[in-house]
């Protein structure tokens, strides 16, 4: 993702927006792209994440809420991946950052949907 780009999506994030995406099409968008999803927003909002990787978690969540994206989210099976290689991308860059309370948040989340 460009940097052009990554700021584009970065302005179309906003909190409700996830929280609103996340709740109508968890179960459409699957547990793994939930999950991922999840770690970026938590990660994000802790105090000693830098600004850069703040950046590029809402970046990526931008994109995931984004109406119109490279494929659509509502095309079977397929509609999905897309996010799901934008997040695991800013996952990978923001490794470092995921520790274990955020993976548990994430994931504690992720079993209010799905079990």
Not at 45 to 69: C, H, N, S, V
Not at 80 to 87: F, T
């Amino acid at each position: 993702m460009e940097k052009h780009d990554n700021n584009h999506y970065m302005e179309r994030y906003s909190e409700e927006n996830f929280w609103r995406k996340l709740s109508n099409y968890a179960k459409s968008a699957g547990i793994e792209v939930v999950e991922k999803a999840l770690q970026l927003y938590y990660v994000a909002r802790k105090p000693e994440t830098p600004q850069w990787a703040k950046a590029a978690a809402y970046g990526a969540l931008g994109y995931f809420i984004a109406p119109i994206d490279a494929i659509p989210d509502l095309t079977p099976f397929i509609g999905y991946s897309d996010d799901l290689g934008v997040l695991a991308m800013a996952m990978a860059t923001l490794a470092f950052y995921i520790d274990d309370d955020v993976r548990k948040k994430a994931k504690d989340k992720t079993s209010q949907w799905f079990d």
